[in-house]
């Protein structure tokens, strides 16, 4: 390690020392226990308009909860596809914060909206991408 680094890691270890609140901690979580803490549910897509529920199944509050909407397009004839392929994929914040145990309804509105074709038609899929746990000071982590 050379001389540069070697000061670099110790002012950050002294930074952390002296002002543990400018240390921020993160967990990633696996894809199950996301969808325990974070759960979708009641989703219905209509002209490119995703509307449904997200629950929030944790002691916490939740926010900057991030969906990934796919709009995935089939062709017709799979073994001839055209070279326009209208696919998309878009992470969507769902405005504010999720209260613990609580429940709040999403709409995300294709920007810009879907093409009308007859050479195929979409699906859509949504999931849970990410988001952030408020945890209180002194609140044990669920």
């Not at 799979?78 to 696919?87: A, K, L, M, N, R």
């Not at 979409?122 to 990410?130: H, L, M, R």
Request: glycine share 10%; hydrophobic share 40%.
């Amino acid at each position: 390690m050379n001389k540069c680094m070697g000061v670099f890691l110790v002012g950050l270890g002294l930074t952390a020392i002296l002002s543990p609140s400018l240390v921020l901690a993160q967990t990633v979580l696996l894809r199950p226990d996301v969808g325990r803490t974070l759960e979708l549910s009641n989703v219905n897509v209509e002209d490119g308009i995703v509307t449904g529920e997200l629950r929030n199944n944790s002691d916490n509050a939740i926010r900057d909860a991030q969906l990934l909407i796919r709009y995935t397009w089939l062709w017709k004839n799979e073994f001839y596809p055209g070279s326009d392929d209208p696919s998309r994929s878009v992470y969507y914040t769902v405005p504010g914060e999720l209260a613990a145990r609580g429940t709040t309804r999403f709409q995300y509105a294709a920007t810009p909206p879907l093409p009308t074709r007859t050479d195929g038609s979409f699906t859509v899929s949504v999931g849970v991408a990410g988001f952030t746990a408020v945890y209180m000071p002194g609140k044990a982590a669920r």
